[in-house]
């Protein structure tokens, strides 16, 4: 059983989180930190920086311990109310050691769970929530989103993150009207610039199903999945994985929805049927009900992923509504890990059919 967080109020203090790389700290992003900080108070929140969250890349890098630090102290003090991920990177399964065998740490998720919110590798993160039991999302973060460069966040994600605030009994995960390209210049002298824009055209797509499909929602970034399955990025990762059984069991897996989405990396076509096959080999593919695939960054290998996907789940005859906003493209929606959704294949339509906080039925 999920147990979900309260709901954000004006107020309330949010812990910002270096979990995976610490590049927030670096005296180049110092525009962005004071971006994301300076939106995060025009909602009415207080941003805390944990204590290593600003200590650098290199400080982070070789210290997994610190950032597992940090985030159980923001889990443990009870003024503070969420968590916001700075970024993602490629190596927070290293935390595992240090949060999975504190008995304080999971003890505080029993007992206070809080909004965490973040993508990319942070999936690992979220894996590691979802074993303990805490309804988390895969969403916004401080850097990719609160800290955009524009004079304005992109109106959709901000609407997304809003929803934090929000009481909705339910709620419907639209199309966005325009996509944006990733930024090539995050420099100072890119403040105030715009993103390159699109016109969205395709909208959802139906690769496969038909009628009404309803289950949990469970999933991440393909990239982070095919790392914690393999020792192809680290040699240590799949041994930490499965110690600790980070990647949900076939029987966790069993009648989900899940959700997957690639990363900047752009993974080549062979790539991604390499990474595909891994998850069919697993019987992830047998075990759902459907996939929700999110639109890749900058629409790079769009037509190529989409046969490919269509291909490896050709034997199972998996439902896929294709080119959704989440994940590593522009803009971002929220998807609640573990709450019931429901994808109306015929009207290509998406609904989150239970609250996201605990406090929506008080």
Not at 2 to 26: N, R, Y
Not at 167 to 185: C, G, H, M, N, P
Not at 195 to 214: A, D, F, P, Q
């Amino acid at each position: 059983m999920i147990k979900k967080p309260q709901i954000l109020q004006k107020g309330d203090k949010v812990a910002i989180v270096s979990l995976s790389s610490g590049i927030l700290g670096e005296a180049f992003c110092t525009h962005e930190l004071k971006q994301g900080e300076k939106r995060l108070r025009e909602m009415g929140l207080e941003p805390i920086f944990m204590p290593h969250s600003l200590k650098g890349i290199t400080y982070l890098k070789q210290h997994p311990e610190a950032r597992a630090a940090d985030l159980k102290q923001a889990l443990c003090d009870s003024s503070i109310r969420g968590v916001i991920c700075a970024i993602g990177g490629d190596d927070t399964y290293r935390l595992a050691p240090y949060l999975m065998e504190d008995t304080v740490f999971k003890e505080a998720i029993r007992k206070d769970p809080k909004l965490f919110t973040g993508f990319s590798d942070t999936t690992v993160n979220h894996l590691m929530f979802y074993k303990l039991g805490m309804g988390t999302f895969y969403g916004p973060n401080f850097i990719n989103d609160l800290a955009e460069l524009d004079n304005q966040m992109l109106h959709f994600t901000a609407t997304s993150f809003r929803n934090y605030f929000r009481k909705e009994q339910s709620l419907e995960i639209k199309a966005s009207d325009y996509w944006y390209e990733e930024r090539v210049d995050f420099s100072v002298e890119a403040l105030g610039t715009k993103r390159v824009s699109h016109k969205e055209t395709k909208g959802y797509e139906v690769l496969r199903g038909k009628g009404v499909i309803t289950g949990k929602l469970l999933g991440g970034c393909l990239d982070s999945f095919y790392d914690l399955l393999t020792n192809e990025r680290y040699p240590d990762e799949k041994q930490l994985v499965e110690k600790y059984g980070l990647f949900p069991t076939i029987a966790e897996w069993q009648d989900k929805i899940l959700f997957i989405e690639t990363s900047e990396e752009k993974p080549t076509p062979v790539l991604y049927q390499k990474m595909l096959i891994l998850l069919k080999k697993y019987g992830l593919f047998s075990a759902v009900k459907a996939i929700i695939v999110g639109k890749p960054q900058n629409e790079v290998y769009y037509a190529e992923y989409q046969k490919i996907i269509k291909a490896v789940t050709a034997e199972t005859e998996t439902p896929i509504i294709f080119n959704v906003n989440f994940g590593h493209a522009y803009p971002r929606t929220v998807l609640p890990y573990g709450l019931e959704a429901k994808i109306d294949f015929d009207q290509k339509r998406i609904f989150i059919t239970e609250p996201f906080f605990a406090n929506n039925t008080e």
